[in-house]
């Protein structure tokens, strides 16, 4: 069979898989911070060229339609659709949503069926795999709660608007949310206080404390453009508190940011209690854990006595990109979809 590549385009990343007869062979994410120019997705495609040069089909989900860059969803998907049929094939495959695959041009017709139903192509890879689940996806920016019975994904929302209101998607993220947004409080040598929010910090310095965050995950800036050392995370959080680092000890650092780090999963965890209440699960219905944040929604999930299965293990994915097919699930999910259809 040939071999086919798969693309997320997101506003931040560009993530890319490759599979050959029904197997994941290799994943790869690439910083683009879209919202800065569409030149940075034309680079984040160059960089990845040479993985898939050896692609003989192409398939694509997207985000990063929503990004500032665009006026509006629509004029963002045609934008991006130019570019992926320009950059690598005309007569690629779009994913989109419930309508499945369409032609570049059968996108461009319906755009709103292109935006953000990524997660609706990672919902549908599971349903091939387990007849009932609970998908939840943390990445960098958001985690997408999505519940599968009856071999079908059963999303209650499929625009972005609706799964805010139904509980099935958190604006919560495991490197680039600012800490003032997970909470506006959190205790300090025992003491709760207000925060100063100002964007001091991101949940990447949170998870760099705690030592909770992988090696090649957190691909942007920090928020005062200095380096991610333990120091210099310490030093952003500090600020959060109205402090300096070396107001406390590494110690009381530790805590604090474990502090925040439960406030965030506390909301996830209010999120997937809202979808199990709504969906239809038979009992002790396993969780799939996808994204960077997959070990997070394997403790939150452990926690409440459920199995957990990594999306990579459902992607027949090869050893050595095992992991990064977790971290990529929904570039991974199109191109195995695309290779059946």
């Given at each position: ?6 693309y997320?385009v ?10 050959e007869?029904?197997r ?19 680079a984040?495609?160059a960089?990845a ?11 694509a ?9 665009f ?8 934008a991006?659709?130019d570019?992926?049929a ?19 041009e059968?996108?461009?017709?319906d755009p ?16 091939r ?7 939840i ?10 519940a ?5 994904p059963?999303?209650r929302?499929?625009t ?6 139904t ?12 800490v ?12 709760e206080?207000?925060?100063?929010a ?8 949170v ?8 090696d090649g ?12 050392s ?6 952003r ?11 406390a000890?590494?110690?009381d ?9 439960d ?13 199990l ?17 997959a070990?997070q ?20 994915a ?6 990064w ?8 999910a199109?191109?195995?979809?695309a290779q059946?259809a």
């Open positions: 069979m040939a071999i086919t590549a798969g997320d997101g506003g931040a990343h560009l993530k890319v898989a490759l599979a007869d029904g994941t062979i290799s994943v790869t994410q690439i910083a683009c911070p879209l919202w800065r120019g569409l030149d940075r997705l034309d984040a495609l960089e060229a040479p993985l898939t040069a050896r692609a003989n089909r192409h398939a989900t997207m985000t990063g339609e929503l990004c500032e860059l006026p509006d969803r629509r004029s963002g998907v045609a991006i659709l570019r992926l320009a950059l690598l094939a005309p007569e690629m495959m779009i994913w989109m949503g419930p309508r499945g695959f369409g032609s570049i059968e996108a461009r017709a709103m069926s292109v935006a953000s139903t990524n997660f609706l192509a990672s919902a549908a890879l599971v349903a795999r387990m007849p009932a689940a609970l998908l996806d943390m990445g960098s920016t958001t985690t997408d709660i999505v599968v019975a009856g071999a079908q059963q999303p929302g499929i972005d608007a609706e799964r805010l209101a509980g099935e998607l958190v604006y919560t993220g495991l490197t680039r949310t600012d003032s947004v997970v909470t506006q409080r959190a205790k300090f040598q025992g003491r206080q207000r925060f100063a100002g964007g001091f910090a991101s949940m990447a310095d998870r760099r404390i705690l030592g909770e965050l992988p995950v957190d691909q942007h800036g920090t928020a005062d453009g200095r380096g991610k333990v120091e210099e995370s310490v030093a959080v500090a600020r959060c508190f109205g402090r300096d680092a070396i107001d000890s590494i110690d650092w530790r805590a604090a940011a474990r502090a925040i780090a406030k965030q999963m506390t909301e996830v965890r209010a999120a997937v209690e809202e979808v209440a709504a969906a239809s699960l038979p009992a002790g219905t396993p969780v799939v854990a996808a994204g960077i944040g070990p929604i394997e403790a939150l999930t452990q926690a409440h006595g459920r199995e957990t299965v990594w999306f990579g293990a459902l992607a027949n090869a050893p050595d990109c095992e992991e097919a977790t971290r990529c699930a929904p570039a991974v199109v191109v195995l979809l059946d």
